[in-house]
């Protein structure tokens, strides 16, 4: 019978053991953190009216997303990020749940993009946000938890630059320019990548020369959290209620996250702007000190109107987003594997002398110990076995004459083989061989 | 603004957080079971070519299947079982793999079913399965794993049903009705629900009334195992070489589960069949004492041709696959929480008058002491934190003057308040009381 050929779509890929195993690991230390932090998990379908999703106008993002009539002709898609769902979840729940509400959300999204970009068409988001609270001990929270989840990680240094919008915009209602702003947000945006220069000439096309030159001074960092933050109230009229405001609030911010210890992986820079219309009040991302050209690996900010397409209800939050398939490239690029912990730690010989039930016997006794272990299924040789495990990572091969004893246990990576009287003493080097080469 | 009204589409729903946590916390325990024998994750795209997932054919499964063009006008399809998408990934991967692979898989699939008979068109799947073997070992794991799932969910007690196909057939071709084995499985396949007397009927109307009788004394179960695998084997042509075989791997399979301690969960039920022509081998269900009316959680059996419809190479396999869903029902029924462990543990009381940078200073220090903890982000009435922890499940709750005390402790459920003085006692209040929580 001739075959089809075995292929994915073009931007799909999938998932072998190995980075699957890394995924998976990452997806539970984060988890973990934000257990620690109070958030609750949820989740939404990936097929969704397609009004729901796109809401009413067109854009960019429309043409991207994976839209079509399902069976009862309704006009559907595929979810093509977590933020808008989570506003229809809200909208649609807030009654059933409770507020402040603090979830996340770890899962995949789809957007028919470009691929030559390197990008894929299919890839996995995780959201984190709390919702119902204008709080600044909120604000500080994403924070915190971005900072723990960093720290979790072991990505090494790292700082969230964070900034507020209302200065921003308030310095740019003093010069007249709030009208511009969203060009020249999206300018400032660009300062990383185009160089000061490329930005000052956009800029002075935009406003007056003189404001160019305030604005460039106006997103340079200075030296600490104060003074920085000083510098950009100073660009304000000080009489300003919505700038004093924004200037309150970030102080109040730093001082809850430097209560929490983590004030030194916190700056106050000018120039992080976020592209979106969306957010009103504190932005941030996050910068790998090893690995800044990769640009942020978490990113969010305050947004006051979550729902506001659902529902007259206001609903006020502050959240922010890790980059998964960022952080998956960067842990590979720092060299730090993850997924260990999911390969079997045994692998049982089957030489076919033993009977294949007392192997049996001898894995569910080490299982019943606390070991991952399997027994290979035929009597192979030897060597075959070891390529098995030495390319699933299983660090111990056992031989067994019965399922008491003696047995032989392998080191693999040493090429070590050590004579074990019984199963207690067999537990024990097993232990102490695993933990050693952890 | 008119609002659009927020809503799902027929058939699918939102995870609110308590069920969302129970659905994490039941696949956390299935995926430490998979690891435990040796299984790996994968992951494959939700979208595929539509000739890849359905093959060349029609039939029931392609009306229900959500199939569309994409953006380049491929014709693609979301999956609809993990089955098929495994098929394919091993097809194309084997090269890059080892063999025996001995994979899991936990994710959605999407089917557009009728919705009436209360079923969802997206759900969860769990599949683990061992390729590239043929050995009665990898047709005793999956029952050993299969057990070892059920007994880390806490479902009570519990049977594994398994029968071997060749056994039915090779009956049915002494009795010369190989050519209806389809139809007649399938009858027999509806014996508990359609019971003796009509299923007796069915059959006579594809062999003769006395064979008929001869198909209903060989699907009953005897007293043990031994019994009735004898009875079974007697009603084959005894010098019957596959009749021979089956026979033999039945004891061979019994025998290492037997081993392993788990030959009380197993039991050899001639009226399983399971529907699929698919199945060539062991098949297997799983019914729960006490619920034996929702049907099998854990089904599957042997395969000889996973990847015929991508590749020439042969590659035998043995698998099964756990009803998410209905398992979660099963819990539910049964009283079983699930997810606790995923709650915030300790509520920090915001009252106004100790400044929100101490709570957080205190949060921080106990969630380095291990504790899940929050802090409610404003000023609010005592008794709306009271209520929003108990919303969340969350046990306990404290009142601080400072981040280093003196605090009060609040235990929710018993509405009883305990002074303690310093934060090393407050931890281990926390952790006494946490434990007898539990």
Not at 19 to 43: H, N, T, W, Y
Request: aromatic letters at 8%; hydrophobic letters at 40%.
């Amino acid at each position: 019978m001739p075959t089809i050929q075995p292929r994915v779509l073009k931007g799909f890929r999938d998932f072998l053991p190995d980075i699957e195993m890394a995924r998976s690991s990452l997806i539970k230390k984060l988890e973990q953190v934000f257990v620690l932090f109070g958030f609750v998990p949820i989740d939404t379908p990936v097929l969704e009216y397609a009004d729901i999703l796109l809401g009413k106008g067109g854009g960019e993002t429309d043409k991207q997303v994976y839209r079509f009539r399902d069976h009862g002709d309704r006009d559907v898609a595929m979810r093509f990020d977590l933020t808008v769902p989570f506003a229809r979840f809200m909208a649609e729940h807030v009654e059933e749940l409770y507020l402040p509400f603090r979830r996340y959300h770890i899962a995949k999204v789809w957007r028919g993009e470009n691929t030559q970009r390197g990008r894929y068409r299919e890839f996995m988001q995780c959201d984190f946000d709390i919702v119902g609270t204008d709080a600044a001990s909120a604000d500080a929270d994403i924070l915190l938890t971005a900072a723990k989840a960093m720290t979790a990680l072991k990505v090494g240094d790292f700082s969230l630059r964070i900034n507020h919008r209302a200065l921003f915009n308030r310095f740019l209602a003093r010069i007249d320019a709030l009208d511009k702003s969203v060009e020249i947000l999206r300018t400032v945006d660009k300062l990383e990548k185009t160089g000061v220069q490329a930005t000052a000439e956009t800029l002075s096309t935009l406003v007056a020369p003189a404001l160019a030159n305030d604005i460039l001074s106006f997103i340079q960092k200075e030296e600490g959290f104060e003074k920085t933050l000083n510098k950009m109230f100073s660009f304000c009229n000080p009489s300003d209620v919505q700038a004093q405001a924004a200037q309150r609030r970030l102080l109040d911010i730093m001082e809850c996250v430097a209560a929490a210890g983590d004030e030194h992986r916190v700056v106050l820079d000018p120039s992080i702007t976020r592209g979106l219309d969306y957010y009103t009040g504190m932005v941030v991302e996050t910068s790998l000190a090893a690995l800044p050209e990769i640009g942020s690996v978490c990113s969010g900010g305050r947004y006051d109107e979550l729902t506001s397409l659902y529902t007259d209800r206001k609903l006020p939050g502050v959240g922010a987003s890790i980059g998964l398939d960022r952080l998956m490239a960067a842990l590979d690029v720092l060299g730090i594997s993850a997924g260990s912990d999911m390969s079997a730690q045994i692998l049982i010989i089957n030489q076919g002398e033993t009977p294949i039930a007392e192997l049996h016997a001898l894995a569910a006794s080490l299982r019943n110990a606390g070991f991952a272990c399997e027994v290979f299924p035929e009597p192979k040789k030897t060597i075959t076995q070891y390529t098995y495990a030495e390319r699933k990572h299983i660090p111990l091969a056992v031989f067994a004459n019965s399922s008491s004893g003696p047995f032989t246990i392998r080191i693999l990576s040493h090429r070590e083989n050590i004579e074990i009287a019984d199963f207690a003493r067999l537990c024990e080097t097993a232990r102490k061989e695993l933990h050693a080469s952890a």
